[in-house]
Nanobody, 121 residues
Framework: QVQLVESGGGLVQAGGSLRLSCAAS????????MGWYRQAPGKQRELVAV???????NYADSVKGRFTISRDNAKNTVYLQMNSLKPEDTAVYYC???????????????WGQGTQVTVSS
């Protein structure tokens, strides 16, 4: 069974740092784009950062210069390094990835279960 498992969330003071990890497991032939999204209470889920299979990245304006997305293709893992955290970064963070099960399969989109990030002022 293919799944994405996130870790690294928690409670941190404003100005602090956290590193999120998301590992894909199961029968995986390849992984296309990977990304992080977040959803704060009462708000819609929004894109935080994405990274393509060749390492190109894109960020939401609100996190540029503070967050860094990276991936380790050998470990099927994507990371989100979050620095200079602000209370408005508080949300549930979700991992997203396009996973290919075999050479002849299309890419399917998977989501992680979410990890809570809380930034206190």
């Amino acid at each position: 069974q293919v799944q994405l498992v996130e870790s690294g969330g928690g409670l941190v003071q404003a100005g602090g740092s956290l590193r999120l990890s998301c590992a894909a497991s199961g029968s995986i032939f390849s992984i296309n784009g990977m990304g992080w999204y977040r959803q704060a209470p009462g708000k819609q889920r929004e894109l935080v950062a994405v990274i393509t299979s060749d390492g190109s990245t894109n960020y939401a304006d609100s996190v540029k210069g503070r967050f860094t997305i990276s991936r380790d293709n050998a470990k099927n893992t994507v990371y989100l390094q979050m620095n200079s955290l602000k209370p408005e970064d508080t949300a549930v963070y979700y991992c997203n990835a396009g996973l290919v099960g075999s050479r002849w399969s299309p890419s399917y989109e998977f989501w992680g279960q979410g990890t809570q990030v809380t930034v206190s002022s």
